[in-house]
Structure formats: C-alpha cells, structure tokens
C-alpha cells in the first residue's frame, strides 16, 4: 500500500512558478510510475506529467509542454512538478497518483493510489 501527500500549491501570478511535491510512504516508491493529474472546476481530471520508474522517461500533456517539469527522488520517496510560467488556465487541484505499470501511463485508471490534491491558482 502506498500512500501519497501533496504539498506545494498557493496562489501565484501568472508568470509565476510553484514547485509541487508528491512524499510517499512504504517502500515500494521505486516500483511505481508516478503521475500529476489536475481537476479544474467543472472540468474532469486530466492527466499533466508522468515519470517512469527509471527517471529517465517522461511524458507531459501539450498544454505544459516546455513549461512543467516532472522529477523523482527514490531515495527520498517524493516525485515533484516544477510549474514556471504559470497561466490562468493552470488553475486547478493538483493530484498524484501512483501507476504499477512499467511503461508511463496517462488514463487514470491506470493509477492505483491517489493523493489529496493541492489547489494551485495562478491569478492574471
């Protein structure tokens, strides 16, 4: 069993940059591929950013594309996103998740264990 705790979120400007982090607890963290998904209001859940368990793939949604930036620590058990160039439309709660996969996945069924979310809101 894995579990997940954001941190990170607040208000910024656009323009601005936060940087979220994603502790997970147990000590299978490795075994897992790790994702950013978001929820804006009134909108569904949509996949950001994931990371394999190798750190080296990595898959981002367009809208981020050169922007978002998704890394690992195992040792330390905590997968980030580092948001620069922040937009309005960035606006959402931001959710981890943790994936069994081998391969990187982006649909949310592919994702066992699921953070609480951390709302980012990026004002214009």
């Known amino acids: 069993q894995v579990q997940l705790v954001e941190s990170g979120g607040g208000l910024v400007q656009a323009g601005g940059s936060l940087r979220l982090s994603c502790a997970a607890s147990g000590r299978t963290f490795s075994s897992y591929a790790m994702g950013w998904f978001r929820q804006a209001p009134g909108k569904e859940r949509e996949f950001v950013a994931a990371i394999g368990r190798n750190y080296v793939s990595t898959d981002y949604v367009d809208s981020v594309k050169g922007r978002f930036t998704i890394s690992r620590d195992n040792p330390k058990n905590t997968v980030y996103l580092q948001m620069n160039s922040l937009k309005p439309e960035d606006t959402a709660v931001y959710y981890c998740?943790?994936?069994?996969?081998?391969?990187?996945?982006?649909?949310?069924?592919?994702?066992?264990?699921w953070g609480q979310g951390t709302q980012v809101t990026v004002s214009s």
């Open positions: 998740a943790a994936s069994p996969l081998f391969s990187i996945a982006r649909l949310a069924r592919d994702y066992e264990h």
